[in-house]
Each structure stands twice: as structure tokens, then as C-alpha cells.
């Protein structure tokens, strides 16, 4: 919906309010006419209910306004003697038209001096959870959002299993645009695993103002724009959702609105000059390690090299024992019992499933090894006894493809070597031809909502020929640091500006292995209580928050103390 349907609406609710309350207005010793006029008659109605004012405010909050009407609809109707859990349930069924009833009931007889607590402890308790929903939902869209690392996308430099606090207010906290949602979930509702919103209607876009602007190199989090995660690197049918309700990303913003991007040999250039990272930053590319007398696994391992596969050889394979191997592999070769070779992290068979199994394992030394490796880590590695090259696996090979945006055959950029590709900033104007237009569609079509069609002769935008386009928007360019393993801007293109979520900026807890169930998590104890960004090497403040936690314990403790020692 647009502001001035919106507006429409809102004046239709105002009329809705006033036949339904004028009696009530004057019953309780205000004029009819107060509850006709927009924001006075929510003041005036809280002093009816005996409620404070500010509750106006939430009125006006996404989200905390569909939980904050039904609680005035139940005040409502109790000032007026209706206290019976079966009234209660009448006016919330009826969408609150049960107060049409009272309304234009003969008498309605205001109770000005009402008590304002819960009549039963079911009550007090119902009372405390939706006070408790509404503070959670305003400090979760506009302060701070949690939020758990799923995949190795930005490898090292934030890992798997890393629970971050994201920041709403740095880059300005973006309002939920849905209408109708559950307060505290996503896109569904946990346990039920149905849709947690409505698709309509939606309130216009709006951002409140920030405290920064995302600056290049910042890791940012961000509604992903193609559509919603299922498989990553696997093109599925589209899936429409809302933009607040699209799957997150957190990828590294490398590009800025004005910048021109260009990835050379797997290196980002910006505006023609190679891009220079954070301290922090990690990121790694896909490597072969080379070795004569072949690259040992426990070698590797023994140097804290991890990134990497194994390759094993089972020698009497059966089906029960495949089975009890599925979960530690992740892929097989050969199809024959003479020949069967299963694929493994570098975390392998573990050896009491193996005994248990009664398999005759050995493990393939490889003359090759493909590793995911920082430049650093690939420096170190050339150095290990054993080892004769080691060597950047770097894409050189440009024919054209759909896998990389713009995702059009006349394009035949890839991972490694891609663009140069002008990123649109609000206000710039590009020229216009069947060449780039590719690049640009998405843009025009669906993130700024014009109708775009191509003839024989020109290009249309709403029905006018074009040879030029002047952007509404800002757009991001997105990047994981793990280059080879990440699906981001070189696959869906340009991020609008309204898909912007929020800053990660640290880190409060952090598991490795959290996705192999919980008796194989192990806490990264160096990882807790540190910032995402920042200069120097990462340090962890837990020791600090445990020594304020024990003081203060330490504190409430002596008070209690000295309070029972004076009776």
C-alpha cells in the first residue's frame, strides 16, 4: 500500500472508532465529537481506560500496534462493567466491533475508578507475557537482533556457530514493512512450520535516521534479494516474500553506491585499485596442494589445516554398515564392492563407528589435495616438509553462462574474473542500451517498480522510450570471504538499499560443531564476549563480564546481608 492509501485507511479506522464509541465518549464525561478527531481521541480514550498516555506512541509501531489494539479493546469494554473472560472473548473474536454493543446500549455506565489489576493469577500472568512481547519486539526491530552464523560464507572471518548481536540503530533501523505478523519470529512460526505473516498489506518503505553510513569493507546483514534460502547454489523456482520477511545474509559489503567493481584473478578492484581489507578480515580461496609422495591428512591436520577433504577406500562395504557411515560422509565413488570410496570432511571415518561396523577402511593418500586457504595460511602450508607446490586454483576460463549475474549468455563473467560493473547510487544517471541493460532490469522492473518492456526499436519505462536511466535507490555489492563457497552478489546481482538489516558488531557466544549435534559442540572460549571489527587481533571480555558478574553478585549479596542483620 502506498502513504496515500495508508492515509485512507487510517481515516476510515478513525470513522470505524467513532460510530463505535462516540456514547462511550460522553458516557465517561467527554463530547461525542472527541472521539472523531485523529490522535486526540487515543489520547482521550487512555484517560478513559485509565491507562498512560504514551501507549498512544505504540499505537504507531508496527507490529506492537496489532497486540496493543487488542488489549484497549479489552480495556475498553472492562471500564464499562464487562469483565467476564466470555466478554473478553467476544470483543477480540468480533475484531472489536462487541463494543459496537455496549456502544449503543441504552446506558453504557462508565467505571472511572476500576481497579487496574489482573483478577486472577492467570491474568497477571497472560499481562506480563504481552508486556514482555511488546519490549522484546521494539528492542529486537530497532536496537539489537540476534542472530547464529549458519554457513561458511564468511569463513574466517566470522564463523559457523557464531552468535552475534546486530546492530539496527548504526546504519538506521528499518521499520517492519509487513502489517501483519507474529511478534518475535521470522518468516514462520517455529514448532508449526506454517507462514508467520500476511503478504498484505504492507506499509511503505521507512528507515529511521542512522548513525553511519555502510562504509566499503563492512560486514553487513541483509534481506537476500532474489527470494528465500533453500539450497544454496541451486537455481529453484522463486519464491515471493515481503522484503522484511525475505531469508538474512551477512556477507562483506565490497562495494559502495558510485563504485566501479572489478574482480581480477579473484581480487576485487574498486574504482581501479586493488581493495585493501580490515585487519580482521580472512579471506580465503580455493588451493591444490601438490605432493610426490603424496599430502598426508594427519599432517595437515597436525599443523591445524582443517579445510579440507578425505578420501577413504572401504574394502567390505555392506548396506547396514553404509548406512551407519551416511552421516560422516559427503559423497561416494564407485559402484561395485570392489571398488567403493567414500569422501569425508577432514574430520573422517570416526574410528569406533568403523570397529563397530567391522569395515577394513584405509584412507587414499592423495597426490592432489584441494584446501580453502587464507594467502597466509597458503604461505605456512608451502613450508611444511612433504609438501612441493602449492598453488591458487584461480578461474581463467570466461565463456558465456547464466550462473553469474547478470545471468545472461551474453555475458562471460565468472567467480574469479568479473566486471568491470558500475554500482548504481540514488540520483546517478547510466546510458541505456540492449548491451547493459541486462545488468541494470532487475533494477528498473522490480526493486524501483516501473514497467519495463524491450521491442524491436527501443526501450520502454512505463510506456515512454528511453536511452538513459536516473536510479531511485542506493545498491550494495556483496561478497563472502570464503571466495569459493559463498553464493552472493556474483550469482543475484546488486542489493537496494531497503534490504539493508543491520551491522553485526559482536560477538556474545560461539559453538564449533554446531551443526553436528550437541555432544560433538565445543565452546570457542577465545570467540566470547568479542567485537566483530576493530583493530589488533580479537579479544575476548568474558573474563571482564564474569569479574562485573561476581561483584555484583558480590554487592546484592552484602546488601541482603546488612538488611537481615538491622531486624
Given amino acids: ?103 449503543y446500549s441504552d446506558k453504557p455506565n462508565h467505571i472511572a475508578d476500576r481497579s487496574l489489576r489482573p483478577r486472577t493469577g492467570f491474568g497477571e500472568t497472560v499481562s506480563s507475557i504481552l508486556w514482555a512481547i511488546v519490549l522484546a519486539t521494539i528492542f529486537h526491530n530497532y536496537l539489537i537482533q540476534p542472530y547464529i552464523i549458519p554457513t561458511g560464507s564468511l569463513e574466517k572471518s566470522l564463523l559457523i556457530g557464531d552468535f552475534l548481536f546486530v546492530s539496527k540503530f548504526h546504519y538506521g533501523a528499518r521499520a517492519p514493512m509487513t502489517a501483519v505478523s507474529a511478534p518475535m519470529v521470522h518468516d514462520t512460526i517455529p514448532g508449526f512450520k506454517i507462514r508467520s505473516y500476511l503478504k498484505y498489506p504492507q506499509y511503505p518503505y521507512l528507515r529511521l535516521p542512522r548513525l553511519q553510513k555502510i562504509k566499503r569493507n563492512d560486514i553487513v546483514v541483509f534481506s537476500w534479494p532474489a527470494d528465500t534460502v533453500r539450497q544454496f547454489f541451486v537455481r529453484e523456482k522463486r519464491v ?74 572401504i574394502e567390505n ?12 560422509i559427503i559423497g561416494r565413488m564407485g559402484n561395485t564392492v570392489e571398488n567403493f570410496k567414500v569422501i569425508t570432511s577432514s574430520k573422517g571415518l570416526p574410528s569406533d563407528i568403523i570397529r563397530k561396523a567391522g569395515l577394513r577402511v584405509s584412507e587414499i593418500l592423495e597426490l592432489k589435495k584441494e584446501m580453502t586457504l587464507t594467502l597466509e595460511e597458503s604461505s605456512t602450508l608451502r613450508k611444511i616438509p612433504g ?27 565468472n567467480e574469479d574474473n568479473f566486471g568491470p560493473l558500475l554500482i548504481p547510487k540514488k540520483g546517478m544517471t547510466v546510458k541505456l542500451n540492449r548491451i547493459n541493460l541486462p545488468l541494470y532490469k532487475k533494477i528498473i522492473n522490480e526493486y524501483e517498480g516501473n514497467k519495463l ?45 531497503d534490504h539493508i538489516v543491520g551491522k553485526p558488531v559482536f560477538i556474545w557466544f560461539s559453538i564449533k560443531g554446531i551443526n553436528d549435534g550437541i555432544k560433538n559442540w565445543k565452546i570457542r572460549w577465545d570467540r566470547l564476549f568479542t567485537t566483530v571489527d576493530g583493530p589488533g587481533n580479537r579479544r575476548s571480555y568474558f573474563p571482564h563480564f564474569l569479574g562485573l558478574l561476581i561483584l555484583w553478585q558480590g554487592f546484592v549479596f552484602y546488601r541482603k546481608r546488612k538488611k537481615y542483620s538491622k531486624k
Fill in 453 to 497: 518492456e524491450i521491442t524491436s526499436s527501443e526501450i520502454l519505462v512505463n510506456g515512454i522510450g528511453i536511452d538513459q536511466y536516473t536510479f531511485k535507490k542506493d545498491y550494495y555489492w556483496m561478497m563472502g570471504d570464503n571466495r569459493h563457497k559463498s553464493e552472493d552478489s556474483r550469482f543475484w546481482g546488486f542489493v537496494p538499499d
Fill in 240 to 313: 515471493d516474500k515481503p522484503i522484511d520477511k525475505k531469508s538474512n545474509y551477512v556477507k562483506r559489503c565490497v562495494g559502495v553506491p558510485g563504485d566501479t567493481l572489478e574482480i581480477i584473478d579473484g581480487f576485487i578492484h574498486t574504482n581501479g585499485i586493488k581493495n585493501v581489507l580490515p585487519e580482521r578480515a580472512k579471506v580465503q580461496y580455493t588451493f591444490h596442494a601438490y605432493a610426490k609422495k603424496g599430502v598426508s591428512s594427519r599432517k595437515l591436520l597436525s599443523k591445524g589445516f582443517e579445510d579440507f577433504n578425505r578420501t577413504y577406500k
Fill in 1 to 103: 500500500m502506498t502513504f496515500s492509501q495508508w492515509i485512507l485507511f487510517f481515516f476510515i479506522v478513525q470513522g470505524v472508532h467513532f460510530l463505535g464509541t462516540w456514547k462511550l465518549y460522553k458516557a465517561s464525561g467527554h463530547k461525542a465529537w472527541h472521539a472523531i478527531v485523529p490522535i486526540y481521541n487515543a489520547i482521550v480514550l487512555m484517560k478513559i481506560i485509565n491507562r498512560p498516555k504514551w501507549w498512544v506512541i505504540l499505537l504507531f509501531i508496527p507490529t506492537i500496534n496489532l497486540i496493543l489494539v487488542g488489549v484497549i479493546w479489552v480495556e475498553i469494554i472492562r471500564s464499562f462493567g464487562k469483565n467476564t473472560i466470555k466478554d473478553t472473548a467476544f470483543v477480540l473474536l468480533t475484531f472489536g466491533l462487541y463494543i459496537y454493543l455496549i456502544n
Fill in 317 to 328: 562395504i555392506t548396506e547396514n554398515s553404509y548406512q551407519k557411515i551416511i552421516p560422516y
Fill in 387 to 413: 609438501i612441493d607446490s602449492v598453488i591458487q586454483s584461480i578461474n581463467k576460463i570466461k565463456a558465456s553462462n547464466e550462473t553469474f549475474f547478470p545471468n545472461k549468455i551474453t555475458y562471460n563473467w
